[in-house]
């Protein structure tokens, strides 16, 4: 299903936190860190939109002595959930890190998160470490990578 994915704009940061604090009970960005990644050079966000209104967006942060991009978040309207929202925006992510010359995405995700698991196997990243105690509740996460590679526009990546 097809997704009009663009960049979003300051006047998107009320529908981005709510987006947030709706998908993430906890471990969640704050008006101020997401308005800040928003404007950062070393940040790629996109956003999902749909008849006007934003249903998810995607985040990923970037140094400029690394070639690996870190997904840092994945977050869909909980309303949207299972129409392919979060495989769209991921598809995206990963072009734009293309596009900036990156070649690998790394993440973390909960351990008891059954359905983002799912997202990143499908996609192709691999798992490669887990830590410990990393998220506000105890909670470990466990870590993916996926080495990223040219992108035919009609199918993804080749």
Known sequence: MPFDIRTPHARDLEALLAIENAAFPGDRLSRRSLRRLMEAKSAIICAT??????????????????????????AVDPAESGRGVAAALLLELERRVLDRGLRAVRLEVREDNEGAIRLYQRAGYHPFGRYENYYQDGMSALRYEKALRAFNTESGPR
């Open 49 to 74: 939109e749909e008849d006007g209104r934003i249903i998810g967006y995607a985040l990923a942060l970037t140094r400029r002595t690394s070639t690996i991009a870190r997904l840092y978040s994945i």
